[in-house]
């Protein structure tokens, strides 16, 4: 990997970042929660109230945004160099500390995707 392409998965990481923090809140806000609470209206489905139906469809979208633009998104697109433009983003947003969610839930999803695998690989290898 060049320096080039390392910059470029930097800026990935950092931009994909600062979309997730600032643009997807303001969007789910003005956009989406305005929208499904207009189709969903003032009815009730399966006992659940319009406004928790309106609470998982927004939750559903923030879910969805967060798997394309969040640290595992990151870390397949970019690389480790985009994981450290999420920490940059974070600290140009001014506090470093936020990172810590992101990267924790990404060490937690590495660790055990990396345990079903070892456990996948040894019962093909028992059965071989």
Same mark, same amino acid.
């Given at each position: 990997? +060049?320096?080039?392409?390392?910059?470029?998965?930097?800026? !990935? !990481?950092?931009?994909?970042?600062? =979309?997730?923090?600032?643009? /997807?809140?303001?969007? $789910?806000?003005?956009?989406? @929660?305005?929208?499904?609470? @207009? #189709?969903? +209206?003032?009815?009730?489905?399966?006992?659940? &109230?319009?406004?928790?139906? /309106?609470?998982?469809?927004?939750?559903? /979208?923030?879910? !969805?945004?967060?798997?394309?633009?969040?640290?595992? !998104?990151?870390?397949?697109?970019? *690389? =480790?160099? *985009? /994981?450290?433009?999420?920490?940059?983003?974070?600290?140009? %947003? +001014?506090?470093?500390?936020?990172? #810590?969610?992101? %990267?924790?839930? %990404?060490?937690? =999803?590495? $660790?055990?995707?990396?345990?079903?695998?070892?456990?996948?690989?040894?019962?093909?290898? @028992?059965? &071989?």
């Amino acid at each position: 990997m +060049g320096a080039k392409d390392a910059l470029v998965s930097f800026a !990935g !990481g950092l931009v994909m970042t600062l =979309v997730l923090v600032t643009v /997807v809140p303001v969007i $789910v806000d003005t956009v989406v @929660e305005r929208y499904v609470s @207009e #189709f969903v +209206g003032d009815s009730s489905f399966l006992m659940l &109230s319009s406004d928790v139906i /309106v609470n998982l469809v927004v939750w559903a /979208v923030i879910i !969805g945004f967060m798997v394309l633009l969040g640290s595992g !998104g990151i870390l397949k697109r970019y *690389g =480790v160099f *985009g /994981v450290i433009g999420l920490v940059a983003a974070y600290w140009l %947003l +001014g506090d470093v500390t936020d990172a #810590f969610i992101p %990267l924790a839930t %990404l060490a937690i =999803v590495l $660790v055990v995707g990396k345990t079903i695998q070892i456990r996948r690989s040894k019962k093909t290898g @028992e059965k &071989s």
